[in-house]
């Protein structure tokens, strides 16, 4: 609510109880409008014009003007535009008050009518002719009408009043930018820096509506050209480097911001960044050494201490992660990201008591997450029955996540060869949501390591009848099939139709190869399957492979794939059972 609304509440209630808005004088019809629209507001007349009304002493507090603040009010909380504009304009008048002149532009411009734009920022702009913000809303309304002339000079305008620590030519781009032609915005940006030449904040806000329009030659050029003017001005110097991480050129980026920092090594900005190139290079250490020496310069910065430990822990470096979380502990901030931080690396370093401690200190959005993690922590000490309880507890406190608490109970049993169990816990969600996808693709994934096949195969067609294009149902169906029945031709055609929808994903080229060497055919198989192993060394994955070469009488090969696997996981049922098939072990035969 406007001051004006307010005064105008109090005045109603202490000096006007008898007050009935049709008695009241009212605003004239706006001109500009169809006669329709002007209906639409009271039928006095006001015939003053918008100078006019500024050249006259502030009226006082008067029903005509009550009456226009709060009809103008309402409307606009109705969203009303026409009615809002209407009667704010002349409040404004009235008042000869820049505020209500201001409500009228904005009334104007939610109508999308330019012309009554013109007429609200002309007066704001003459009742105030220091608000930038006119200025802006002025320049916002030349580019609505879509006159380039006045938009260029409204710009002029703007840009010569706002204070050069406040980026007028920033301001300026920022409203190009609505523009949809964007050779239109960079002609216009051009033409406003044009004697600007030796402005680093022109150049740099030409780089920025450049690189917005896709003209990564100019915005290159003009943020250089920023950097030249001001060398030690960081922004435009992050931005050169942004522009060629975007162009997908890494390693000059890496080039470019070594070299600002060679002139810059103190700049935190520069560093952290740096830091961003070498965690997407998965170079951690120096990104960790980067995050040790921003906070050598200064230790209190919770920020960097909050991403270091982050990182720290994605490469179980965990006693430097204890070194980071621990100085964000003695600083009291983001306490809660640290307790949850820190129930994490004590549950990684074998602590679990310590963990549970740490997770019973979150509160905020890790709450649940921690819930989750000290159930889980239970379920490992061997007291199933207490983690079950805590997610049934959270089921009923969070019913939006209902069915995840579900996934996860029935995951943890699954761990703990619960199979029987994480059946049941399946069962009873999906009693409840028996269109969940997530709920049946999970316990068909039980049913399968339970040898039940039927139930597998009537959760996966359930899910594939509700959403054709589930590949993963597909795949896991189709690959089933082949690995456990004789209905191949029926598995390739589920597996062909998973593989057209992800045909990079390894797990269904890797079903393809099975299916195809259950077929008779591992000459075809191999490259589906070689080519899912080169994606990621999974031992599944492993022993198809050395099955099928083994097949194909290239044993010593076989057995290489096969030991590489052992190492990476001397425990894989699957893989284990493979092997007996053919009583292998890694000394050969």
Known sequence: MTPYARLAVLWLAASLPGFVAADSPAPAADTSKPAAAAASAPAAAATATDTEAVADAPPELTADLIYSVLVGEVAAQRSDQEMAFTHYLHAARLAQDPELAALAARAAL??????AGQRAVDLWQTLDPESLKARQIAAYVQIEAEDRDATLAALRELTRLTPADQQPYMQAAQLLARIEDVEERLDLMRALIVDAADNADAQFALATLA????DTALAREAAGRAVELRPEWTEPRLFQVQL??????????????????????????????????????????????????????????????FTAAVLALEVDALEQARGYLTKLDELSRRQDDTAFLFGQLEERAGNPD????????VDGPNATDAAVRIARLHAADGDLSRARDMLQQLRDQLPDDTA????????????????QQALSVYDQALAAQPDNPDLRYARAMTAVGMDRIELLESDLRHIIAQDPEHADALNALGYTLADRTDRLEEARSLIERALALKPDEPAIKDSMG?????????????PYLRDALESVFDPEIAAHLGEVLWAMGRKDEAREIWDRAL????????????????????TPN
Not at 354 to 361: E, N, P, S, V
Request: net charge negative; proline share 4%.
């Open 404 to 419: 995840t608490l579900y996934l996860i109970e029935g995951e943890m049993l699954r761990q703990h060869d619960a199979e």
């Open 110 to 115: 939610g109508l999308g009518d330019a012309e």
């Open 567 to 586: 190492e990476a996981d001397p425990d894989h049922e699957y893989l284990l059972r493979i092997l007996g098939k053919h009583r292998y072990s890694q």
């Open 211 to 214: 690189a917005a329009a896709d």
């Open 244 to 305: 060629l991480v975007t162009a997908g050129e890494r390693e000059a980026a890496a080039e470019l911001l070594d070299s600002f920092l060679a002139e810059s090594d103190d700049d935190k900005e520069l560093q952290l960044l740096r830091a961003q190139l070498h965690i997407d290079a998965e170079q951690y250490q120096p990104a960790l050494a980067l995050f040790d020496t921003l906070l050598a310069q200064d230790p209190k910065q919770p920020d960097v201490l």
């Open 514 to 526: 099975w299916v195809l060497y259950r077929m008779g055919n591992p000459a075809a198989a191999e």
């Open 354 to 361: 310590a963990a549970l401690g740490w997770y019973a200190r």
